[in-house]
């Protein structure tokens, strides 16, 4: 069963920045070979896509978060990561990671809470 582990949420300020990770803890290989993607929820809406990576790193992005956000794979560590930069109040959510298309498994995700 896939172990999808998301981690560095926070409350930010808008303008600031935060940096997520994701890990699978049931193997190293699930994230190596996946279209990898992070995804929100926020209060009361459906789940989104917001970036994508390729398991050959090609990335793509939401509109809403194109130029601000940006994800990026580090295969020998299993991790996943989406930095994200000038953080608005819209952006508030819970982040969750997933492979693209997603697995029925999720994991607990990370809030995201930005203040105006």
């Known amino acids: 069963q896939v172990q999808l582990v998301e981690s560095g949420g926070g409350l930010v300020q808008s303008g600031g920045s935060l940096r997520l990770a994701c890990t699978c803890a049931?193997?190293?290989?699930?994230?190596?070979?996946?279209?990898m993607a992070w995804y929100r929820q926020a209060p009361g809406k459906q789940r989104d896509l917001v970036a994508r990576?390729?398991?050959?790193?090609?990335?793509n992005y939401a509109d809403s978060v194109k130029g601000r956000f940006s994800i990026s794979r580090d295969n020998a560590k299993n991790m996943v990561y989406l930095q994200m930069n000038n953080l608005k109040p819209e952006d508030t959510a819970v982040y969750y990671c997933?492979?693209?298309?997603?697995?029925?498994?999720w994991g607990q995700g990370t809030q995201v809470t930005v203040s105006s």
């Open positions: 997933n492979k693209d298309p997603a697995w029925t498994s």
């Open positions: 049931a193997s190293r290989m699930i994230l190596r070979v996946n279209t």
């Open positions: 990576i390729s398991s050959g790193g090609t990335t």
